[in-house]
């Protein structure tokens, strides 16, 4: 969606035909998102890194495990 003052990059979640959770261009740490967020939620990425795994870099290069529900006060 954008990018945003409060973090790197806003948008939704969303998730591939392979199970990967993704938010635009960027991965999302798989047990995190699965535990506190479902699909469609509008999250702030704080942190992104590079992909540390194989399997998935290809397709997402840039991943993150620091985000929150954008209309989250905090």
């Known amino acids: 969606m ?3 003052k409060k973090g790197v990059y806003t948008g939704a979640i969303e998730q591939d035909a392979d199970g990967n959770y993704f938010c635009g ?5 798989y ?3 699965a535990k506190n967020f479902k699909i469609g939620d509008i999250v702030n990425l ?3 890194i590079e992909n540390p795994s194989d399997k998935s870099y290809d397709k ?3 991943k993150s ?3 929150f529900l954008a209309n989250d006060k905090k």
Not at 25 to 29: I, R, V
């Open 2 to 4: 954008s990018k945003d």
């Open 25 to 29: 261009e960027f991965l999302l740490d």
């Open 31 to 33: 047990q995190y998102t």
């Open 46 to 48: 704080k942190t992104v």
């Open 60 to 62: 997402y290069p840039k």
């Open 65 to 67: 495990s620091n985000f």
